[in-house]
């Protein structure tokens, strides 16, 4: 005889609807990543004809994921993924552009290939420009499954509703966290540790921009917190280390954390003081 417990999860599998694994859409993102670029693929294509099979195999996948989900999708499940391989040229274009972005703005960038291979700044803009896209599509879960899935891969969270224009450059990245109603402009460049986020968390707030907007030609270092969707940071602009913002700061503005730090130098080795951690 079976537990009550097994009997009421049973109850729970046996009234939902069949869903396709997580795993199955983020086999389909990184397929599309290896699409576009072949530091990325799994395999060497000897031909167009293969190449465009290779494609339509993906499509064919992301629509089974769909169809499983169609009766929550405002379009029927082949519809949906035949708009959203209209706009793979657009989103390709953006991730180039992004590329390059990250390779002019970090010294230590040799190549492109390095870039599209092995940074988590450029891992993370490129799951979040599909994921973004099937938001745009209103495809629900999915978009925030690539986006948890970018997480743990990059340690970057970007939400899929924000919206981020071209030639982005995440440096580092680790701790990053970009809210859903946040909207950034062309060439912004940010370091890791930075927070753009909301003052209110109440579900009060899910339907109103709480977010901040960054213009164009923004850099923000290590660290800053820039809070509030009425918060917006003027073009042009550099934000320091630790700054808390939650308020706008006009175009060409430089704002700073100045921290206490005090120096001391002994003359005398043995007045320097011991400390025990």
């Known amino acids: 005889m079976s537990s009550p417990f097994i009997k009421a999860l049973f109850q729970q599998h046996h009234r939902a609807r069949h869903q396709v694994p997580a795993s199955a859409i983020c086999h389909v993102v990184e397929g599309v990543l290896g699409l576009f670029f072949p530091v990325l693929a799994d395999q060497r ?20 994921i ?9 379009d ?7 708009q959203l391989v209209k706009e793979l040229p657009l989103i390709y274009e953006d991730l180039i552009a992004d590329a390059h972005a990250i390779l002019a703005g970090d010294p230590a960038a040799q190549s492109l290939e390095e870039v599209i291979r092995s940074y988590p700044g450029f ?7 599909l994921a973004h ?43 990053i966290v970009i809210g859903e109603t946040c909207i950034i402009g ?13 003052l209110s968390v109440t579900k009060a707030m899910a339907k109103i921009k ?3 907007t960054i213009e164009h030609h923004v850099v923000i270092y290590a660290g800053a917190t820039i809070l509030g969707g009425n918060t917006v940071v003027g073009a042009y602009s550099i934000i320091g ?13 430089r704002v700073y954390h100045r921290p206490q730090i005090d120096v001391r130098r002994s003359a005398n080795p043995s007045e320097s003081i011991d400390f025990s951690i």
């Open 66 to 74: 769909l169809t499983g989900m169609e009766e929550l999708l405002p």
């Open 123 to 129: 891992k993370a803009v490129a799951i979040y420009r």
């Open 241 to 253: 280390g630790n700054v808390w913002l939650t308020e706008s700061v006009p175009p060409y503005s």
């Open 210 to 212: 709480r977010h901040p």
């Open 133 to 175: 896209a099937l938001h745009q599509l209103q495809v629900p879960l999915l978009p925030r499954i690539l986006s948890a899935y970018a997480q743990a891969k990059t340690g970057i969270d970007i939400h899929p509703g924000a919206e981020i224009g071209s030639h982005f450059c995440i440096d580092h990245g680790t701790g």
């Open 76 to 82: 029927p499940a082949e519809t949906v993924v035949n």
């Open 186 to 198: 062309d060439y912004v460049k940010i370091y890791q540790g930075v927070t753009l986020g909301a």
């Open 45 to 64: 294509f000897e031909s167009e004809r293969e190449l465009e099979a290779y494609r339509n195999s993906l499509q064919s996948d992301l629509v089974r």
